[in-house]
């Protein structure tokens, strides 16, 4: 109703990954709260698998969705980045 996300999450099979988010929807009262909340739903392909890690961090850290607790706590967002020394060598640097 708000528009706010309360989930964002990957898959390789989309279909599959929201059936199984409600085919046990009736087990636990939290489980029907959620399934009877859904509005809508919204999918962004990526490139692969580790461009579907970074978009799915991304989106919960700009979204905040209610559902994505482990992801929105930690603050701190860090990758690698390959430094060039030249000669066909690289550096593997942590970037924050």
Known sequence: EN???????????????VLSHFSADHAL???MNI??????????ECAG???ALITEARLIKEKQP??????RRNSEFC???LSD?????LQPQLVY
């Open 3 to 17: 528009r706010l996300p309360i989930y964002v999450g990957k898959s390789n099979t989309l279909r599959q990954r």
């Open 29 to 31: 009262a939290k489980e």
């Open 35 to 44: 399934s009877q909340q859904v509005r809508d739903i919204e999918w962004i």
């Open 49 to 51: 698998e580790i461009d």
């Open 66 to 71: 209610t559902l994505n607790r482990q992801l």
């Open 79 to 81: 990758s690698w980045r």
């Open 85 to 89: 020394l030249g000669s066909g060598l």
